[in-house]
Nanobody, 121 residues
């Protein structure tokens, strides 16, 4: 089994910054893509940013230039630095990872439990 544990959510004023982090643990052979998704009340879960094992990041248009995703392959962690936060960034943020537990056995997708980010106006 593989677990993802997020941390760092909270309440921040508009224009402020927040950093959320996620650590993967368990039976991990390798991790392909890691990323962050979010779900606001009454809305579908949406991609925020993903990063490959080589460090290439891709972002949703709504966060481009404000959010930065990073990862530490040695520690199996991924982080999302969020700057210039807006009230519309309020959501539960979920960590996601595509993990191989054994060589040659394919990948499985794992989700964290989510961490709430609230941006007040």
């Amino acid at each position: 089994q593989v677990q993802l544990v997020e941390s760092g959510g909270g309440l921040v004023q508009a224009g402020g910054s927040l950093r959320v982090s996620c650590a993967a643990s368990g039976r991990i052979f390798s991790i392909n893509v890691m990323g962050w998704y979010r779900q606001a009340p009454g809305k579908q879960r949406e991609l925020v940013a993903v990063i490959t094992s080589g460090g290439r990041g891709n972002y949703a248009d709504s966060v481009l230039g404000r959010f930065t995703i990073s990862r530490d392959n040695a520690k199996n962690t991924v982080a999302l630095q969020m700057n210039s936060l807006k009230p519309e960034d309020t959501a539960v943020y979920y960590c996601n990872a595509v993990v191989a537990t054994m060589p040659g056995r394919g990948y499985l997708e794992v989700w964290g439990q989510g961490t709430l980010v609230t941006v007040s106006s």
